[in-house]
């Protein structure tokens, strides 16, 4: 009787070690680490999403698993007032990053660069974009704000060369 009491204690002690150890690994707070609901809720919201702007334009938007971004528009910046080293356009997608700062609420900061007539780049944009999802994380609304850089200017660390557009009450929606 005695060594099946010492075995299930040593099989609570056992089970609970693990608990704890899981415990520890999984809740790591003001620690740059993902929880295990970050883990899930990347998992949840990873793949591609059409955005409808509202002056017609469209924007596909890849976010992945591990937090970075793609994006390609439908349109471009030509002839946009305020931004430097006009004219020139956008060519090729946006790349960034996105982080969680909501129960179902992702920032995303994504760059692209601006190419002019010569064929050189003229500006970089940064786009700062919210979304926040519905419950089961398959639409929701995005708003944004956007600044334009002089080609000499460094996107990551100082302020813009002057705003781009923002806006909000953007529709996203997630292909399938």
């Known amino acids: 009787m005695k060594k099946t009491n010492i075995r ?17 690994l999984f809740t790591t707070a003001g620690s740059n ?9 990347a998992q949840r919201i990873a793949g591609a999403y059409l955005t409808d702007l509202p002056d017609g334009g469209r924007i596909l938007e890849d976010l ?5 971004t793609h ?11 305020g931004a430097p ?4 356009h956008f060519v090729g997608g946006a790349f960034g990053n996105w982080t969680r700062i909501g129960p179902r609420t992702i920032r ?29 994380l398959q639409s929701g609304t995005a708003s944004y704000v ?20 923002s806006g909000s009450g953007l529709i996203v929606r997630r292909i399938h």
């Open 33 to 41: 680490t993902p929880t295990l609901s970050d883990q899930l809720f």
């Open 64 to 68: 992945n698993l591990g937090g970075s």
């Open 108 to 136: 995303e900061v994504e760059l692209n660069f601006a190419f002019g007539a010569d064929g050189q780049v003229s500006g970089i944009s940064k786009v700062q974009v919210d979304f926040e999802f519905d419950q089961d």
């Open 85 to 88: 080293g006009l004219p020139f």
């Open 146 to 165: 956007s600044g334009f850089y002089t080609p000499d200017q460094d996107p990551l660390t100082e302020e813009p060369a002057s705003a781009g557009p």
């Open 8 to 24: 299930s204690k040593l099989a609570v002690a056992s089970t609970l070690a693990v608990l704890l150890g899981a415990l520890a």
């Open 71 to 81: 994006r390609e528009a439908s349109f471009d910046f030509a002839g946009l007032s």
